[in-house]
């Protein structure tokens, strides 16, 4: 009986190391099969406000495509939304007689062409006074005077016309040897023996036998540049200037001059006028100059 009573105790504590045992092996196992709890997160509110989205690091082109795409939208819905305006309407006109084109808007520009009478011209444009018109006949744009005695144009369509600005001129219009040259000075038209009249004054008035190709000089004197006497020849539309001579030539070894060049020669006084007004014969065309008297 002794021996047994002194056995039980080992007997318990056995026991009990097997049942610690066991519950360490339990709770081990069951911590490696069950996922650790993530810290809860509060809800989030109805109306709280959605994470901002991320913000890419902008380029030049990304930055303009940005910018111009809304522009663009926005311009679209407006043209959408806004009827297209009508294209203005064309405005034509007809020469009511033979008048000439010009570089600019005055007569103090050079003539570049002509428009025979009952022309239809398109008109483009306008001087800021209306007394001139730019005007479209095919390719060629000039101006001509918008006088109603030589053209017939709906002056109500032209309140709608652009005013064009007038091109520089070249040359010193109020210059008395240069408006000599383009509105007083007699002309004669050199042919091989004889003359013939093509202007009782300047080159801004030449009558109408006048023609592409004629030579022009004064009626009375010479137009003389240093030792040599220069004349105008009529070339497309417009003059330029050539040397008597017809193997001379000019600095740069150039045959002709533009008229822009020939006048301010004239300005300057390196062309001279021999000539006056009035001088009788001369080269003896009656009625060329209006102040000669046979």
Known sequence: MQSKSKSNPMLIGVAVLVIIALILAGLFLFSRSTPPAEPSLPAPAENAAQPAAPIATPTAGSTQNAVAEPVAATQKESAAAEPAAAAPAEVTAITRTAINGREGPSTSYPKIGSLPEKTEVVVTGKNDDGGWLLVKNGPDELWV??????????????????????????????????????????????????????????????????????????????????????????????????????????????????????????????????????????????????????
């Open 145 to 294: 005077s918008g006088d109603p005695e030589l053209i017939d144009v709906d002056r109500d369509l032209l309140a709608n016309l652009p005013v064009m600005p007038a091109p520089f001129l070249a040359y010193d219009a109020a210059n008395p040897k240069v408006q000599e040259v383009l509105d007083k000075i007699p002309l004669v038209v050199h042919h091989e023996a004889s003359n013939t009249c093509a202007s009782n004054g300047g080159l801004n008035h030449l009558l109408p036998g006048v023609v592409a190709g004629n030579v022009l000089g004064p009626h009375a004197g010479d137009f003389v540049l240093g030792s040599d006497n220069v004349l105008f020849k009529v070339d497309g539309g417009t003059f330029v200037l050539i040397r008597e001579n017809p193997v001379a030539r000019f600095e740069g070894g150039k045959e002709s001059l533009p008229l822009a060049e020939a006048l301010n020669l004239f300005a300057r006084g390196d062309i001279v006028w021999t000539g006056s007004f009035g001088e009788w014969p001369a080269r003896g065309v009656p009625g060329c100059d209006p102040a000669a008297k046979p």
